[in-house]
């Protein structure tokens, strides 16, 4: 065999391994018991909010696997809420069902206040860092963005249809959503004025904005998913999807925008690298108990250092991910 065929099976053996599938956490333990309808992680992997089955809301230390807060929303006798967000600094957090949302105090667990919407049921909802700034993505097409404090309201029409997916920059000024329209937006929430469109050739499911505001994410139903540069607008990249890849149901930025992680309704966690959209490494979490076939989607993924990934999903499982070096 020629040296060179040496380096080709080299190399293709290391592209394999790099983005491998592996299904085996350092670490796992149970934060609900019989599965979770949603479940979020803040974006240093530190707190988990879940909303169980049978146990309501709960917000739990991470590095501890210690409970902090059980929450009720709304008082209600069952569970509704599929909506968690942990806001950027770890200060506030949002629940939400269909038609209502309560925004809580993570340093003291008491609720700032109860909303309800009179008007076409949630699809998605955001919170500044502040804790004053909601956006709320709505089934009829419009986007709602509130200021708790002031009591503003501001109503979004950019968009023609359904809304899937909404991201609220950390002050609160800037919005990005996606919807049935085929198109993302990139918008300022004080005047409504559309920034930048992202389009796209089927429908806009999943939207991100990096935490200090210099990229974008949109993807749609086929397996077109990009970075964008803001504010210019420009891509960076493109993910390397494969014929496996499934529709997201969680992305989020690391490290200073230096990666992207993703997850999927079938198990599947991914790290990206943004500059070039090569996958670095996939994960499966593990599947919620007797479901056949096994099944679980990853509702959240976070960074805990440079050589590991948290995950939340379905299962109720918290796991804990090592990072091939």
């Known amino acids: ?56 809301l709960s917000l739990w230390d991470v590095k501890q696997q210690r409970q902090l807060f059980q929450w009720d929303h709304q008082n209600q006798a069952n569970n ?19 038609d209502d949302f309560v925004v809580w ?48 309201r501001l109503e979004f029409l950019g968009h023609t249809e359904k809304v899937n997916a909404v991201a609220l920059s950390a002050n609160g000024r800037y919005a990005l959503t996606g919807g049935n329209d085929y198109q993302a937006l990139f918008w300022d929430t004080q005047s409504a004025q559309v920034i930048l469109r992202f389009p796209h050739q089927g429908r806009v499911t999943m939207v991100a ?14 397996k077109l998913a990009r970075i964008w540069a803001i504010p210019s607008g420009e891509q960076v990249s493109q993910l390397k999807l494969t014929a496996r890849q499934n529709i997201f149901t969680y992305v989020n930025f690391a490290k200073q925008g230096e990666w992207l992680i993703t997850g999927s309704a079938a198990r599947k966690l991914s790290l ?4 070039t959209g090569q996958a670095l490494q996939h994960w499966l979490v593990t599947p919620k108990q007797k479901t056949r076939p096994k099944s679980a989607v990853v509702y959240a993924g976070a960074m805990l250092d440079n050589d590991q990934l948290v995950s939340a999903s379905s299962s109720g499982l918290i796991e804990v991910w090592n990072i091939k070096n």
């Open 1 to 56: 065999m020629t040296l060179f065929k040496l380096l080709v099976i080299f190399s293709f053996s290391i592209l394999v391994t790099a983005c491998s599938d592996d299904s085996t956490p350092s670490v796992s333990w149970q934060q609900a018991t019989d599965g979770a309808y949603a479940a979020t992680l803040s974006t240093d992997g530190s707190l988990s909010l879940v909303s169980s089955v049978h146990h309501g």
């Open 80 to 98: 509704q809420v599929f909506l968690v967000k942990i806001a950027e600094g770890n200060r506030y957090a949002i629940s939400a069902s269909r």
């Open 105 to 152: 105090d993570i340093s003291n667990g008491q609720a700032l206040g109860y909303w309800t919407l009179g008007e076409s049921s949630i699809r998605d909802i955001a919170l500044s860092e502040n804790g004053q700034q909601v956006l709320i993505g709505l089934s009829e097409g419009k986007v709602i963005h509130l200021d708790l404090m002031s009591g503003r």
């Open 209 to 222: 904005l990096e935490s200090n505001g210099q990229y974008a994410f949109t993807a749609d139903t086929g």
């Open 272 to 275: 990206w690298h943004v500059k």
